[in-house]
């Protein structure tokens, strides 16, 4: 307790030591604990502990002090408290793409349950580029989060995160493993969900299927380090479990966004020989396919049949609705954040790598190839299917 | 060595002192990058920092600068594109502004919302971006401004809060959308506010008379908008048309299906966001109604999926991104120490037209 009191105090003469430069903006208005005791006529140090909720105080002081602190807008000192007791009750989150319907709504999950253990999440994005997350892990380890959940963009430039697992802070990669750092990681299957995506294009007879994906043709990271690579890998097991040679069956956008997908798609389905079948790698992938085959007057799945991995709120509303292996977005922030939560408890756990399962849904994206377009040339409103879960 | 969880020691500054040989003093300055050090034992320190790992303490430089270069963001629903889109303008503009962006979703609740300003301010962020939940009580708000604390409201206004905000005009798009509608013959016109229930006696109010009065929500001056293009072309407001049933996709689809069972039922729909819109798309497949021969669709918020929906969706488009940038460039001269009175600054919005209006069908369905 003494030693506890000794900081404390410390850090508040820091705070206030007259020449120290304070702030560069009034906060005039902040009352600080000094006036708090004086106003409620108790020392200091009694003030803190009637505030803090520790040591022996009587009932009527800390009502008296609580009270005192309400009327003077006296709101703890959140910094100088981390300093104190080492937490900061903060997380971060590096992420590859907020805006991703995949990303929010994991994020959304890992924030629910930090909330619940009283942290408060600190969020950068790194638009999958190794400097900007190399930057926002740094700042992250300045400010002190009490663990953090990285979304690896390169498998290859990792000394940054390496440095955060040795220099003791608790870390969790989500949607990606990477080879040489064993740290707990919360995934999918991505060569199952590949392989899945593939099998009711098979199944209805289509034998030129083509993978729209953002992964990078020649990246050495391999499918663990790499969702994209998981699932090509995934779905030519498929092709070529079906007898089907393919060489080129993988065609590559030049970056993640919806409009990159689009305009490689078109490019594909504009080119000699079409592909009757479309698989995408993620949400964008998706959206960006769509788009291409509207813009060529192509109709899913009368001219193009189409598979999903991921999903998203407007794809069971779209016309026709699409068919997708989808990935537990919620679990799978949710779950990295209570890895986090569980390593700060307790630091010498084997780290260990959770991996969720993924869903096939079946819609209504999918029809065998060169299937007749209803005689009158419009699309026919049947009323969808349910979604159909299966494992 | 302070020791922390994991049995590892991060190294603190009497550390890389005594690794340089010198005081801590004067390892202090030559890393911080002021006072007087000779060049030669700045590098001898600087060397031993980055051997030992060392990395300046950035909360206990906050307590000495009283600056976090943080911001706090809350915003309402991250997984709706409206929001995850301006809190990337935000981020984007903080990050090059050096400054860190913290994020709480208050889900559109009250409660999350209050706790979040709490926290935030507990750990000092420079400022506050809010997109406030709730009419019913913005007294913390009003804390933060008694505070001192620089504060920017984003897309949604609380008067009497001398806080600034960045939005779209929200009356006007409204009552463009809604004569949109108009204009193509229908004459009962469904509105889907998103709103909390809460809201339904103020939007249930005769005439929607002062209904622009909702607080800390796009609802009402939304809402106000749509009571002015009917009243333009002479036709009846029916409380039963206007809906403040939630903000999630399914709300929409029930409110939309609720409409539909009147025995006067709309023949179009005004949704005031893009998730609303796209619960009506699935209440009208439901039904095995067509859009828009059976029925008019004008949504709120350009989503990315709104030109692949069928039909193509008629928007009113936000310039979400710029709205986000803009929000924090306001907070950004007020936590320069900018002092002047609050800015309400309004973005264009359009309509963009696409294929989910048409005329009313000839007869009730």
């Known amino acids: 307790m003494r030693t506890f009191s000794f900081i404390y105090r410390h850090v508040k003469w820091l705070c206030y030591f007259p020449g120290m430069p304070r702030s560069t903006r009034p906060r005039a208005n902040v009352s600080t604990l000094a006036e708090v005791a004086a106003a409620a006529g108790v020392s200091v140090a009694t003030a803190s502990r009637a505030l803090g909720g520790y040591g022996s105080v009587r009932s009527d002081t800390a009502d008296r002090v609580a009270e005192v602190a309400r009327t003077l807008r006296y709101s703890r000192n959140g910094l100088a408290r981390s300093i104190v007791t080492g937490r900061t009750h903060t997380l971060g989150a590096v992420v590859a793409d907020i805006e991703n319907p995949f990303f929010a709504s994991a994020m959304r999950a890992f924030s629910d349950v930090a909330g619940k253990a009283a942290s408060q999440v600190l969020l950068a994005n790194t638009d999958e580029d190794a400097d900007t997350e190399r930057a926002a892990v740094e700042m992250l380890l300045q400010r002190r989060v009490d663990g953090m959940l990285v979304v690896p963009a390169s498998p290859m430039e990792i000394d940054h995160l390496r440095a955060v697992q040795s220099g003791g802070t608790p870390l969790v990669l989500l949607d990606r493993t990477l080879a040489g750092l064993t740290v707990d990681s919360v995934v999918i299957d991505n060569v199952l969900a590949g392989r899945m995506a593939a099998a009711p294009l098979l199944s209805a007879g289509h034998r030129r299927i083509a993978m729209v994906t953002s992964a990078e043709r020649d990246d050495p990271a391999g499918p663990r380090a790499n969702p994209g690579l998981g699932r090509i890998l995934g779905f030519r097991q498929a092709l070529r479990a079906a007898g089907i040679d393919d060489g080129d069956a993988v065609a590559h956008a030049v970056d993640f966004r919806v409009t990159s997908a689009e305009e490689r798609t078109l490019e594909l389905l504009s080119g000699p020989r079409p592909p009757t079948a479309l698989v995408t790698t993620d949400s964008s992938m998706t959206l960006g396919a769509i788009r291409a085959a509207r813009r060529l007057g192509l109709r899913v799945p009368h001219d193009v049949s189409l598979v999903g991995i991921d999903d998203a709120d407007w794809m069971p509303v779209l016309v026709p609705p699409i068919t997708v292996v989808a990935q537990p977005a919620a679990q799978l922030g949710a779950h990295a954040a209570s890895l986090l939560l569980r390593r700060l408890a307790e630091p010498e756990a084997p780290p260990v790598v959770r991996t969720l399962p993924v869903t096939m849904i079946m819609r209504g994206s999918v029809a065998p190839p060169g299937a007749a377009r209803p005689s009158n040339g419009t699309l026919v409103w049947a009323p969808p299917r349910p979604d159909v879960p299966q494992s | ?365």
Request: a negative charge.
């Open chain 2, 1 to 365: 060595m302070r020791r922390i969880a994991g049995g590892r020691a991060t190294p603190t500054l009497p550390d890389v002192a005594q690794a340089a040989g010198v005081s801590t003093a004067t390892a202090a300055r030559a890393l911080g990058g002021y006072g007087s050090v000779r060049e030669e034992t700045r590098l001898r320190v600087q060397a031993a920092a980055a051997d030992l790992g060392y990395r300046a303490n950035s909360l206990a430089r906050s307590l000495i600068t009283g600056s976090t270069n943080t911001v706090g963001v809350v915003l309402a629903d991250i997984e709706n594109s409206f929001f995850a889109r301006a809190l990337r303008g935000i981020a984007d503009t903080a990050h090059t502004e050096g400054f860190e962006v913290v994020l709480v979703n208050s889900d559109e609740d009250l409660d999350n919302e209050r706790s979040a300003v709490r926290v935030l301010t507990e750990k000092r962020v420079d400022g506050l971006v809010v997109c406030p939940a709730d009419a019913r009580d913005t007294s913390h708000l009003r804390g933060v401004v008694n505070a001192g604390i620089p504060l920017v409201l984003l897309d949604r206004r609380v008067p009497r809060l001398a806080a600034d905000v960045v939005g779209i005009d929200n009356h006007a798009a409204a009552q463009e959308a809604t004569a949109h509608l108009l204009a193509a013959g229908h004459k009962r016109v469904g509105l889907l506010t998103g709103g909390n229930p809460l809201l339904s006696e103020a939007l249930h109010a005769p005439g929607l008379i002062g209904v622009e009065r909702i607080a800390a929500t796009t609802v009402g001056t939304r809402a106000a908008g749509y009571r002015d293009a009917l009243k333009s072309a002479g036709l009846p407001l029916d409380p039963a048309l206007i809906s403040a049933e939630g903000f999630h996709r399914e709300e929409a689809a029930m409110a939309t299906r609720r409409m539909l069972d009147l025995p006067d039922p709309p023949t179009a729909i005004l949704a005031l966001d893009s998730v609303l819109a796209l619960g009506v798309l699935q209440a009208l497949r439901d039904r095995g109604l067509s859009c828009p021969d059976d029925v008019s669709l004008v949504g709120f918020d350009d989503a990315e999926w709104a030109v692949v929906a069928s039909p193509p969706l008629t928007v009113v488009a936000q310039p979400v991104y710029e709205i986000g940038a803009e929000a924090f460039r306001l907070l950004l001269r007020r936590m320069q120490g900018g002092n002047h009175r609050p800015v309400r600054k309004v973005l264009p919005a359009s309509l963009v037209v696409r294929e989910s209006v048409g005329a009313p069908p000839d007869s009730p369905h």
